[in-house]
């Protein structure tokens, strides 16, 4: 018995599969789940590097869709037995509307649990954010937290809004009965800023850092701390807790995990100097070149532009209330609760992490000239 069920071949499900994180998560996979028969890789935009997959030994099934549509989330489901869900809308920036957010994020949460639910699949992994939890709208830091820190989470904007929403949907699914009588088994990973090969905002600091000359000026104090993981460990953490929540169905149904690796606690603008200085660029200030209330009343400005500008432009830049509110307001978790639940070790070392994001900066810049 025990060994006609190590060696069933599984078919695994990721939804958002060629984003940021789910790349990761489809190429972890690939690498680390000997049990995989069938990898159904699930995107609104499929990305042209899946086609190399398709050659391996895996069968690799590319899924043009969107989580908003049931129906269509219900035939990607069907015969899956694990569902990774990562696909989301990632704004804090007003480019989506609060609306759309929610629909991709809660709606679409929504229809995976229920297509789970309709076709009988029983494991389901959800990517969550440490911004179910903070910062609040109050700026408390969160210092080295963990999952049972006492914290007043307050949220307005749509982003944490719907991600909290979203997590507690997939948290009260654990233990519905699916069809075929078993139980559903979910969990949530809260990854913090997630950085590596592939993140975008590093990559845009880069280049604006080109354009001023390779300088980038200050704005945070380096007091103020965040805590940062990187890609490849949370997709490790996802591709291990898909594996154990069969076995460990009892601990970890229904519980959240933050994901951490060994990065160090920084300011975000310091951190992304560990990868930027050995690109060349220098971070001018030892403290803020302006003061706060400065960015304060620049980010007022910025909103009131981009409320003022929608109707005829999208003006949507990187500092408005919200990014400034989270860039200054601390943030570190501390816990080791994915290793006691189900083993959970980073499989990069930081030194690895960072050498592997700096080259990805490297060549990501040039091909930018
Ligand atoms: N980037 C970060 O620092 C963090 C991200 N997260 C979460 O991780 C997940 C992945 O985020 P990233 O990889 O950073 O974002 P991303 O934007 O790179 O990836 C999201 C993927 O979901 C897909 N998607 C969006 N709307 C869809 C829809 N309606 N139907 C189907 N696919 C859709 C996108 O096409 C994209 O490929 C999200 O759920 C996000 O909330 C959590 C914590 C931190
Ligand atoms: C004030 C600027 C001066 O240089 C710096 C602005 C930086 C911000 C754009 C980022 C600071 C913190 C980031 C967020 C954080 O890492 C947590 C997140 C978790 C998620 O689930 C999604 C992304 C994000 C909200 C991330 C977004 C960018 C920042 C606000």
């Known amino acids: 018995m025990a060994d006609s069920a190590q060696a069933q071949k599984l078919v695994y499900l990721v ?4 984003g940021f994180l789910g790349e990761h998560v489809v190429r972890m996979l690939l690498q680390r789940e000997p049990r995989l028969g069938e990898l159904r890789v699930f995107d609104r935009h499929l990305g042209p590097w899946l086609e190399e997959l398709k050659t391996g030994p895996v069968r690799v099934t590319a899924i043009q869709g969107d989580v908003t549509e049931a129906h ?13 869900h990562t696909a989301g809308l990632v704004d804090v920036f007003g480019r989506a509307s609060p609306e759309t957010i929610h629909e991709v994020n809660v ?21 969550s954010s440490m911004e179910v939890v903070g910062p609040n709208t109050k700026g408390h830091p969160f210092y080295r937290g963990n999952e049972d820190t006492l914290y007043e989470a307050v949220h307005r904007h749509p982003y944490p809004c719907s991600k909290a929403l979203a997590e507690r949907l997939v948290l009260e699914a654990n233990g519905r009965e699916v069809h075929g009588g078993l139980p559903l088994v979910t969990c949530a990973l ?3 800023g997630i950085y590596g090969e592939g993140h975008q905002i590093m990559r845009d600091f880069y280049r604006q850092g080109l354009r001023l000359g390779g300088w980038l ?43 951490y690796d060994g990065s160090p606690y920084k300011s975000y603008e310091d951190f992304n100097m560990e990868f930027l200085g050995p690109c060349g660029l220098q971070l001018v200030g030892a403290r803020p070149l302006l003061p706060y209330w400065v960015l304060v009343f620049l980010a007022a400005l910025n909103a009131l532009l981009q409320w ?28 080791d609760k994915a290793q006691r639940h189900f083993g959970y070790e980073p499989l990069f070392s930081w030194e690895d992490s960072r050498t592997r994001t700096i080259l990805w900066v490297q060549a990501a810049g040039s091909s930018a000239q």
């Open 107 to 127: 709606q679409g949460t929504r229809n995976v649990i229920e297509a789970c639910v309709q076709t009988g699949t029983q494991f389901l992994v959800y990517t």
């Open 308 to 335: 003022l500008l929608r109707p005829l432009v999208l003006y949507a830049p990187l500092l408005n209330p919200y990014t400034l509110a989270v860039a200054s307001t601390t943030f570190t978790v501390s816990t």
């Open 190 to 192: 809260r990854p913090t």
């Open 72 to 84: 269509e989330v219900a035939a990607a489901v069907a015969g899956a037995h694990v569902v990774i």
């Open 217 to 259: 000026f200050r704005a945070i104090p380096a007091s103020v701390e965040h805590g940062r993981v990187y890609v490849g460990n949370v997709a490790w953490m996802h591709v291990l807790a898909a594996r154990e929540l069969e076995r460990r169905a009892a601990l970890m149904g229904g519980q959240v995990y933050f994901c």
């Open 15 to 18: 939804t958002g599969g060629c």
